[in-house]
Nanobody, 124 residues
Framework: QVQLVESGGGLVQAGGSLRLSCAAS????????MGWFRQAPGKEREFVAR????????YYSDSVKGRFTISREYAKNTGYLQMNSLKPEDTAVYFC?????????????????WGQGTQVTVSS
């Protein structure tokens, strides 16, 4: 069992930065891939980024590539999403998730555990 708690969301102006954190409980978190998704009002949940269990492989959606960086810190059982050059279209609730899938892990059904989400609002 893995429990995830996100933090770090907030209101920021376009061009600014935020760092989201995802604190995990459960000794087996290090064996899971970790991903970040987002969901804007009236839209489906959208894949943002994921990182392998080893931390050696990352993958980003085209919409955030070059602006966002996903990472994880095993000693703290915590994952991060550093978001730079934020745009108003990045406004959404951001969720972290953990996956045991051996597939691409770029869709929500591939994830086993989810956090409650944290709101990110980017003003123009």
């Amino acid at each position: 069992q893995v429990q995830l708690v996100e933090s770090g969301g907030g209101l920021v102006q376009a061009g600014g930065s935020l760092r989201l954190s995802c604190a995990a409980s459960g000794r087996t978190f290090s064996m899971y891939r970790m991903g970040w998704f987002r969901q804007a009002p009236g839209k489906e949940r959208e894949f943002v980024a994921r990182i392998s269990w080893s931390g050696g492989t990352t993958y980003y959606s085209d919409s955030v590539k070059g602006r966002f960086t996903i990472s994880r810190e095993y000693a703290k059982n915590t994952g991060y999403l550093q978001m730079n050059s934020l745009k108003p279209e990045d406004t959404a609730v951001y969720f972290c998730a953990a996956s045991r899938s051996t597939g691409p892990a770029r869709t929500a059904p591939e994830y086993d555990y989810w956090g409650q989400g944290t709101q990110v609002t980017v003003s123009s």
